[in-house]
């Protein structure tokens, strides 16, 4: 059972338009939501997490949107540019140290210059 | 920011060896870390978790027998691939959390490439 979903395995955007990538989970114990950016034959690096109290975080160009009713939460990039071309892997975790990540699929990204 | 390195970055073996490949954290400790695996254009599976001073979890589907996972200090564990396979060829991931609680980051090594002949 998968319990961190991305339902798009790929999504296309223009350079400078917003890039919009979703995430649903179905364990409502997390306490912490996490987004990752991957390049080929590289370990991922963090971009931008979320805590379970929160429904907002902004990072520059990155925002990440949690809506804990509808089990979502959402990466808006603006504006998108060609070096976001990567897979954006959203994931999941509990507060306590012990306890492991869980990864949804990813979403690969292709910002078109 | 944090660090975590691994070592080797690639490794090319003939079939029936042992691999060893190392993950660090070099600038905190580490309570727990975690190996993946990952095939060409999927995600990331976890392997293992790692937690210092006991033995490690598997995930449902791992072989402990075949991935042997050491985490003998709060800045190393080691994962050993024995008796390698063709099929054991992948890109291996460690990363870390620190000791403390804090915002769920993990810190991700570099990846190991392996290619077993």
């Known amino acids: 059972d998968q319990q961190v979903k991305q339902n798009s395995p790929s999504l296309s955007v223009q350079e400078g338009r917003i890039s919009i990538l979703n995430c649903d989970y179905t364990?409502?114990?997390?306490?912490?939501f996490l987004w990752y950016k991957k390049y080929p034959a590289e370990g991922p690096t963090f971009l931008i997490s979320?805590?379970?109290?929160?429904d907002k975080n902004e990072d520059g160009r990155f925002t990440v949107f949690l809506n804990k009713s509808a089990k979502h939460l959402s990466l808006h990039i603006v504006p998108s540019q060609p070096g976001d071309s990567a897979v954006y892997f959203c994931?999941?975790?509990?507060?306590?140290?012990?306890?492991?990540?869980?990864f949804g699929p990813g979403t690969s990204l292709s910002v078109i210059p | 920011g944090a660090v975590v390195s691994q070592h080797p970055s690639w490794v090319i073996c003939k079939s029936g060896t042992s691999v060893k490949i190392e993950c660090r954290s070099l600038?905190?400790?580490?309570?727990?870390m975690f190996w993946y695996r990952q095939f060409p254009k999927q995600s990331l599976m976890l392997m293992a978790t790692?937690?210092?001073?006991?033995?490690?979890?598997?995930e449902q589907g791992v072989e402990k027998d075949k991935f042997l996972i050491n985490h003998a200090s709060l800045t190393l564990s080691t994962l050993t691939v024995t008796s390698a396979h063709p099929e054991d060829s992948s890109f291996y991931i460690c990363?870390?959390?620190?000791?403390?609680?804090?915002?769920?980051?993990?810190?991700f090594g570099e990846g190991s490439r392996l290619t077993v002949l």
């Open positions: 990363s870390a959390r620190a000791r403390t609680e804090g915002t769920g980051e993990l810190f």
């Open positions: 364990n409502s114990m997390f306490d912490y």
């Open positions: 979320i805590s379970s109290i929160k």
């Open positions: 994931a999941a975790s509990r507060k306590t140290s012990y306890d492991k990540v869980i």
């Open positions: 600038d905190f400790q580490a309570t727990t």
């Open positions: 790692s937690n210092e001073g006991s033995k490690a979890t598997y």
